[in-house]
């Protein structure tokens, strides 16, 4: 248990006293002089020392948590060619994952990160948070392809793909892919 020491000094007219035996005062004991009133007292105050405990736990129990486990994560960069038509930059640029499951014989898409608008070179991560199928996780040798999709809205104005040509090979935490939209698309 901790004790708190507190020393009061008040200053008074009159010779009677402010803490009176029986009222339920934290301060006990009261030393009287002619001209001014010291009080000391050990009060014991349980439910601070309690609540100092418990923010100090709170703190070691925080401090070790705050180191969040690492996700697997494919990162890389894209790049625009210089054939591709700046009014292409209005468009949606996606970053799609392409895997191969144990029971499928080819890569199927699992993952996509869209960027509206995009700014060019961008630098990507794409992390668990970025599948779209449930149960499959993010992990090993991957296939990423790049489309840049500007949204027709006439029947005279068609939608118009960009692409970073067939789906490039990556791997899961490994080296940075480096993908460059450079091929018209037409499907």
Known sequence: MVSIHVVLSVFYQNEYPIFH??????????IQTKTR??????????FFSLFGLILFLFSVTTSCTSQTQKLPTLKGIVNLAPNVPLWMLHGDLSVVVFMKGSTSPAYLPVAISIYPHPVFPLTFAIDQDNVRLSGIKLSGDVKVQARLKLSGDREDSPPTLYTSGPPSDGVVDGIPVSLTISQESHS
């Not at 035996?21 to 004991?29: C, F, K, L, R, Y």
Request: charged residues 15%; glycine residues 10%; hydrophobic residues 30%.
């Open 37 to 46: 009133k010291t009080v000391l007292t050990t009060a014991r105050l349980p």
């Open 21 to 30: 035996e029986g009222t339920g005062s934290m301060i006990p004991n009261t």
